[in-house]
């Protein structure tokens, strides 16, 4: 994969240096040159990007936002850690998000959205045919955020994506996602069956079910109470 720390090039040239930053350490997160719970020394990570500080500080300051680094008072900022109390409470929230999603777009879907749907489901399958594992679970991801975007709400669509690059670095860490394509497989085949039969109550109970059992039974984290075993 391309080196994060110099490619910043290959964003959109209407994207700012802060979020071409931004960008690329995300990229660095997720390929584990930043890890969990790092100390972010300004300096080091500026002199490696060639950039000054203050685009840096700005780019920190919005992956804050969202969650990906932490900072104390006095403190160097870090790279965020996910409890696993942390890591329930997204599965819960995902569920939520994406099960309102799928109820939405079941009562109002396109021939146009389901075939599009339709064809990243068969990129997923292609890519973990060909045990792709990082190529299938972004698509795998992409999947999702195609359902939130058709749903025709934006705030659900705002705040599923204010979490997804969090969700994203915990899943793609954890073993039991990078061994699970087949279960991936047959979930999405559920998925848009439920889509395609255009019942609202079924897509979302598809939905929240789907994600649950993956972040609970999957991840072997304990569901909290009022949240099906």
């Given amino acids: 994969m391309p080196d994060a720390w110099t490619s910043l090039g290959s964003l959109p040239p ?14 660095a997160m997720r390929a584990g040159e930043l890890s969990p719970g790092e100390r972010i020394v300004e300096a080091s990570l500026a ?5 000054s500080r203050g685009p840096l500080r700005e780019a920190l300051k919005a992956l804050e936002g969202e969650g990906l680094v932490e900072r104390r008072p ?40 389901l075939a599009e ?31 939130c975007r058709a749903s025709g709400n934006e705030f659900l669509l705002r705040a599923w994506l204010s979490m997804s690059h969090l969700v994203r670095l915990f899943l793609h860490r954890h ?8 279960g991936v497989l047959l979930n999405h085949d ?34 909290p109470a009022g949240i099906p075993a």
Avoid: C, N, Y
């Fill in 190 to 223: 559920h998925l848009l069956a439920a889509l395609r039969a255009g019942d609202p109550d079924r897509a979302e109970a598809e939905f929240r079910r789907v994600i649950l059992d993956s972040g609970f039974r999957r991840l072997g984290l304990t569901p």
């Fill in 175 to 182: 073993p039991a996602f990078e061994a699970g394509g087949e």
């Fill in 117 to 147: 749907l339709e064809a990243q489901h068969g990129r997923i399958l292609a890519a973990a045919k060909a045990g792709r594992v990082a190529e299938w679970r972004d698509a795998d991801w992409h999947f999702h955020e195609l359902v």
């Fill in 14 to 27: 209407r994207a700012s240096l802060p979020e071409t930053l931004a960008a690329r350490m995300v990229e």
């Fill in 74 to 113: 006095g403190r160097s900022p870090r790279v965020a850690q996910v409890s696993p109390a942390q890591a329930a409470q997204m599965v819960v929230m995902r569920a939520t998000l994406e099960g309102m999603a799928a109820r939405l777009l079941a009562a109002r879907a396109t021939p146009g959205q």
């Fill in 47 to 51: 002199a490696r990007f060639g950039v």
